[in-house]
């Protein structure tokens, strides 16, 4: 007589899967510079501002230089016309809006987003990024190793009557850095997971069916072998298919690991 496969071989086989999270992104936000002097006829460059941040950075540490991005360049641009428009100076708008919501808005995906920003009118591009060097939060902006990328924008405008620049520094690391996790794996796995559980019923239906035809004494040992049959043919698919998830649940969590190890780098 064919014996009933225990259902314990299969319960609870990817119960205690564990799928992490992408790490949460990062944002790093400071109080804004406002020049000490006053130079009516100053200029400010976007160039400009680029060589001296990163002659800053190899002169400090001797770091890469950042390379510039054009999304990151929008995100400055539309930063700097939304603060001369609406006439303020902060890191978020008055509706709250920042940086790092426009960042998502241009599609800038990204592990740690930075902002500097900086009114008035400065001795030139040297000058503005010497007073962030002065200021330690931005200083620590400019200095920081895990940035790859930046925008920046510069532009002169009427600001409560006067006419002064505003210059802002968006620093990015790019998630493209990292290798994210094949999210269709995930979806694979929480099918499977799904088809178990369908499967799990099942099994269950035919384990207590059998399990009343003991109680009542077999009456017909073709139909009670039958159903041991297809029970014990019911459990070997889910156990078959427990092991299939379970490969993939150890491959994703360790691409997933590997992804948010490089996150916090």
Known sequence: MPTLTEMSDYIGATSTRKIIQKAEEKIAELPPVLSKKDYPESLLSVGGILEWTNKQRKDNGSLPALSQN????RIAALRIKDMFEKEYFEHKSPSGVGASDIAYDVGYKFILVGE???LGNFSGDDGL???WMDSPG???NILNKRYAEIGIAAEKGLYKGKKVWLAVQIFGRPLSLCDEPDYSIKKV???GEG????LDIKAKAYYFEIESMEKEKIKDIGEYNKKIGEYNGVVREIKLLSGEIKNLVDKYNSKVKIFNTCLEK
Request: charged content about 25%; proline content about 0%.
């Open 189 to 191: 796995i929480d099918e």
């Open 116 to 118: 500097n920003i900086a």
């Open 70 to 73: 054009s999304k990151l360049t």
């Open 138 to 140: 931005h200083r620590a």
């Open 129 to 131: 990024v010497q007073a």
């Open 195 to 198: 088809k178990i559980a369908l």
